[in-house]
Nanobody, 126 residues
Framework: QVQLVESGGGLVQAGGSLRLSCAAS????????MGWFRQAPGKEREFVAT????????YYADSVKGRFTISRDNAKNTVNLQMSSLKPEDTAVYYC???????????????????WGQGTQVTVSS
């Protein structure tokens, strides 16, 4: 059974940093893109960042470009999101996700992704 478990969320002041991690189990995902989405209260789930199978390609939402960095370790079946210069508008539940086998990493719609974690809360205070 596939399982994605996020960790690293919390409360941080504006301008601070957090590192989210996602551990996948049940199968290896070295042949699939992985990514992060987020959802704020009353809003739709939105794309944050994705990374290609081998980690050589990354894609970011304009709102986080230059502040967030996505990375993966296929040996450990993990994906991480380093978040810096956090803003109050980054407050949301952050979800780890895995795309289709050999799928493109530039996909930004939730329907393009197959597996999801339960989410971790990130709160940025002003």
């Amino acid at each position: 059974q596939v399982q994605l478990v996020e960790s690293g969320g919390g409360l941080v002041q504006a301008g601070g940093s957090l590192r989210l991690s996602c551990a996948a189990s049940g199968r290896t995902f070295s042949d699939s893109p992985m990514g992060w989405f987020r959802q704020a209260p009353g809003k739709e789930r939105e794309f944050v960042a994705t990374i290609s199978w081998g980690g050589g390609g990354t894609y970011y939402a304009d709102s986080v470009k230059g502040r967030f960095t996505i990375s993966r370790d296929n040996a450990k079946n993990t994906v991480n999101l380093q978040m810096s210069s956090l803003k109050p508008e980054d407050t949301a539940v952050y979800y780890c996700t895995v795309g289709r086998v050999r799928g493109g990493y530039f996909r930004t719609k939730p329907d393009d992704y197959v597996y999801w974690g339960q989410g971790t809360q990130v709160t940025v205070s002003s």
